[in-house]
């Protein structure tokens, strides 16, 4: 029940780390099917409709439900720690984002159980989606809908957290890299997420309504949706990269023990990055007949963008040149991360000419291109940021010996699967095939693809082992790897006001600063008093909850079920409008008793 | 060693180009636009490698040099970073990109220029012009200057400017035989444009690329590239088949399978002039190299195909014959017919 009515951004993160976990497992379980069903030619151990709702499935949970959310867990337990805040701007709407996210997944995965997953792709374009028979495109787009808005809710309270929230002494040039390339993801968030909203609401109309934006017949045009959804699609893999690069640039700071080299140009090729990230989108559809003059100029604006990503990665090159690097499994992930990522994004600008990408397009070249960059990239930053800040946010060191073999294990892994995969595609295999011919010459690297995705398998179950066998390893978790950023200066675990004076910022890398150039510890900027908190509240979850009943009535055209749900959410609207709540005090003498505590401990 | 590292890339070239069946693979090229667009490939394949081995050289070095060594505490130069640096790896990926970008921008319009359709130019250039409509899960080929329609297979003359405008019947495909050109959409509402030239013989694979439903991965057609007086003689033979393979002389076999076929199939497939459209047209099917587009052509498969449609191509239009709608002596007989579908001698 503490978990249910929760409005603290600690738990809230924590809740959306388990719930990015657990998608991430499912939607990793549904690409192991998938890659056994491409082992061999013309293998019948799945049927072209379950693989083609398993490949569906696959790229809308990995996106939507498990890197977004895992991502955002970090965000909403880290942001607020290392911008010295007491919580995120709007922790209501922070619980009701997380509950939208949770409740949105899992009416899409029951789709499973109601005859049938969607099955037009994670892209879902049209007609295709729109005349799928059967619910399966139902429960995607209200799943997504009901998600999304989830995810919208959650990037704007992290916009206003970081520009509002910010301890005295951080401007906006001091602020951790984590934080800032978290700031420029939740523009992107704002930005994007309304395109995909109308998308999917024109989508359902037609489905549910017999709207006819996308007939043909009717006058309508398939190509708007291609446009709507990848004018979110394309800014959505910056949504997800830049976190990671935040993590990254954390991570390699922390371990070679030095200051990030080129700190501004950092944000500000973060900042063009995410400007370009929403330029480029119609590089996705260099073959839907858009004419020359349009791939011309999206293939040269996507091109751009490897200039940016160019420089982040020469800095952090230059951040290891000269320092003392300690191969932590946080660190050998994003050690890793630098030339898995990097092959990843020379394929980028690969696929960014627009007359080979003629050859290149909707092949398994693309298929090798997005999980070098999204693997790469977004995962091995998650697991990087998971070793990294696991002692912070659960109390335990993970096992580094495990954490070792497992890093090892996914990283030749996931280059077995996904190197061959450039090849394949480029010897005419397509991506999104439910089996191919034999004799065509694309049996052996299909074997060796799946074979490396059994070693990704592998190793993950390392990972599961690794969590629950290290639950003891409770030494050194306040400030482990000898941290630079404010997160790190909190006791563990964190109390629920987080800093008991907020501390008063001085430098880029606060807590380093204090160490090496103070006498160690954060100076306050505020006397110790009484601190306000916000109260715990059921409503975000019934909200959510109104909603989720109310999907059902729209999929299945129920009206009663549809208005219970409606009035359900609108009541808890409601309720939250008038009831008066100003949360309480934690009393000056409990917080003393906390510190004295902690310097005991 | 300096020479060695020059000659990585053109080692990983020639790796590359061994790759991949015969008139399938994008990496073994064959005619003008595949050509041009396996050297833009192989240039930005090129430069993405220099960009690599850069990189990689100066992670090695840093990760081998700066390693924490067994009881080094010393804490390093807190480096603010360096202008000059930041601004050369800015400049150099931008040299580096305009020599990519320009010859791709050239290429993206040569390649969308289809302009000999109009008028004037089509007095002067040798082309044959192609509609390509999209269905689930089969391929139409229309040649309007020729008035005839064929199915599955695409014939085409040699070392001619093949003109190809692209149509969807149903959701959208993706027309794409990476040993000629490149793909493009076949998006409903829109007709797209491309053209290639094949300057040998040949049958080359062609597939659809954009997720079109169940049976999309067996949506397979072929290309059949054949010297342009043989095109010409197949498209005459096209429009008018023999009286003989069509309507075979009473009392053999196959006259009783073309009466099966008018009562069963003649609604959705046409042979020659008569019949319908909904399906592929059947004129030549005697000469299919495959049936439904991926069997190989038997009577066996013909059989199975036309018992289990459902099975071997699930969504399909076509329905699968029962015992009861067509019985084996039936089918024997139709299978006869079918076979006699010839139209080259």
């Known amino acids: 029940m503490e978990w249910l009515t929760t409005v603290d951004h600690k738990k809230i993160g924590i809740m959306y780390l388990a719930g990015g976990a657990f998608f991430f497992a499912l939607g990793g379980l549904e690409a192991i099917l998938m890659r056994i069903q491409l082992m061999f030619p013309e293998f019948s151990f799945l ?181 709507l959804f990848w004018i979110f699609g394309h800014p959505e893999v910056y949504i997800l990269i830049l976190p990671a690069f935040g993590i990254f640039s954390e991570v390699l700071a922390t371990f070679a023990k030095k200051r990030i080299f080129g700190y501004s140009a950092m944000v500000f090729a973060t900042l063009i990055i995410g400007f370009l990230g929403f330029m480029v989108w119609a590089h996705h559809m260099f073959t839907v007949g858009m004419g020359p003059v349009a791939n011309a100029i999206f293939a040269v604006a996507t091109m751009a963008i490897a200039v940016p990503t160019g420089i982040k990665i020469f800095n952090w090159l230059l951040t290891l040149w000269g320092g ?208 306000h908190m916000p109260n715990s509240t059921i409503l975000p979850f019934i909200i959510s909850l109104g909603l989720f009943i109310a999907s059902f009535g729209f999929i299945y055209l129920n009206y009663p079920i549809l208005f219970v749900g409606l009035i359900i959410t609108f009541g808890a609207m409601f309720v939250r409008s008038v009831k008066e709540d100003h949360g309480h005090h934690i009393p000056v003498d409990r917080i003393k008793r906390d510190l004295e505590g902690d310097h005991h401990g | 060693m300096k020479n060695l590292w020059r000659l990585l890339p053109l080692g990983l070239i020639l790796l590359l180009s061994g790759c991949g069946v015969e008139n399938l693979s994008a990496l073994d090229p064959q005619g003008p636009v595949a050509d041009m667009q396996y050297s833009l490939i192989a240039l930005s394949l090129y430069i993405m490698i220099f960009v690599l081995v850069v990189v990689f050289l100066i992670y090695i070095f840093v990760l081998i040099k700066f390693r924490e060594r067994p009881g080094d505490t010393h804490i390093p130069k807190q480096v603010h970073g360096n202008r000059t640096l930041e601004i050369i790896w800015t400049t150099i990926p931008i040299i580096l990109l305009l020599m990519l970008a320009v010859p791709n921008v050239m ?137 003989t393979a069509t309507h075979p002389e009473e009392g053999t076999v196959a006259a009783d399978g073309r009466e099966v076929f008018q009562d069963s199939c003649i609604s959705c497939h046409a042979v020659g002039e008569d019949g319908g459209a909904t399906g592929p047209n059947l004129t030549n099917f005697g000469e299919r190299q495959v049936i439904a587009g991926y069997l190989e052509y038997n009577e066996e498969n013909l059989e199975n195909w036309l018992r289990d449609t459902q099975e071997y191509k699930p969504g399909a239009d076509m329905p699968s014959y029962s015992q009861e709608q067509i019985d084996d002596e039936e089918m024997a007989a139709l299978i006869e017919y079918l076979n006699g579908l010839k139209i080259l001698d």
């Open chain 1, 47 to 227: 049927s072209a409709q379950s693989f083609n709702e398993l490949l569906t499935m696959h790229g809308t949970t990995m996106i939507f439900l498990a890197a977004m959310p895992l991502l955002f867990g970090f965000m909403n337990f880290i942001i607020p720690l290392q911008i010295g805040a007491r919580d995120v701007a709007f922790p209501f709407l922070n619980a009701l984002g997380f509950w939208l996210f949770l409740f949105g997944g899992i009416l899409l995965n029951i789709s499973w159980f109601a005859g049938g997953a969607p099955d037009a792709g994670w892209t879902a374009y049209v007609p295709l989606s729109s005349t799928s028979p059967g619910h399966g495109l139902d429960y995607y787009v209200l799943g997504l809908q009901v998600s999304g808005l989830g995810t919208l809710i959650g990037g704007i309270n992290f916009l206003v957290t970081v520009i509002n929230m910010r301890a005295p002494g951080m401007s906006m040039m001091r602020m951790p890299l984590f934080t800032w390339s978290s700031f420029v993801a939740s523009m992107l968030i704002l930005f994007a997420f309304p395109a995909l909203t109308i998308g999917l609401l024109l989508l359902m109309l037609e489905r549910l309504f017999d709207a006819q934006y996308f007939v043909v017949a009717s006058g309508g045009n398939v190509i708007i949706w291609q446009h």
């Open chain 1, 324 to 531: 003392r690097i300690q191969f932590t499994t946080a660190n050998l992930f994003a050690l890793g991360f630098i030339p898995s990522f990097v092959m990843g994004g020379v394929t980028g600008v690969m696929l960014a000419v627009s007359a080979a990408n003629y050859q290149f397009h909707d092949t398994y070249f693309v298929v090798a291109h997005f999980h070098y960059v999204i693997i790469g990239g977004v995962v091995f930053g998650l697991f990087s940021g998971a070793f990294f800040w696991w002692p912070k946010i659960f109390g335990y060191r993970l096992n580094e010996t495990l954490g070792k073999w497992f890093f090892w294990l996914f990283l030749i892994g996931f280059h077995l699967t996904f190197f061959v995969q450039h090849f394949l595609g480029l010897m005419g295999m397509p991506r999104r095939v439910a089996s191919y011919l034999s004799n065509q010459g694309l049996d052996e690297f299909n074997f060796i693809s799946t074979m490396g995705a059994f070693l990704m398998t592998i190793a993950f179950i390392i990972l599961l082992v690794n969590i629950f066998v290290s639950i003891g390893n409770k030494d050194n978790v306040r400030d482990p790897w000898d941290g630079r950023t404010l997160e790190w200066t909190t006791p563990t675990p964190v109390p629920e006001y987080n800093f008991a004076q907020t501390p008063l910022v001085r430098d880029l890398d606060a807590f380093w600063h204090e160490k090496y150039e103070g006498d160690g510890k954060m100076k306050a900027s505020e006397p110790l008093e009484d601190i």
């Open chain 2, 107 to 243: 290429d993206t319009f040569t390649l969308a220029n289809t302009s000999v359709m109009t008028e004037e130019e089509e007095e002067e250039m040798d082309h044959v012009h192609i509609e390509v409509i999209a269905h689930q899960f089969w391929w139409e080929f229309n040649y309007p200057d020729h008035d005839i329609v064929a199915g599955q297979d695409m014939y085409i003359p040699t070392d001619t400017r093949i003109i190809i405008s692209l149509e969807s019947e149903d959701v959208q495909h993706s027309f794409w035989v990476p040993a000629l050109a490149g793909k493009q959409d076949n998006v409903p509402g829109i007709t797209n444009e491309m053209w290639f030239e094949a300057p040998n013989e040949g049958v080359y694979m062609g597939k659809c690329t954009e997720l079109c439903g169940p049976s999309h991965w067996l949506m397979d057609f072929k290309v059949v590239a054949v010297d342009p007086d043989a095109f010409d003689q197949w498209a005459e033979n096209m429009a008018e088949p023999s009286e």
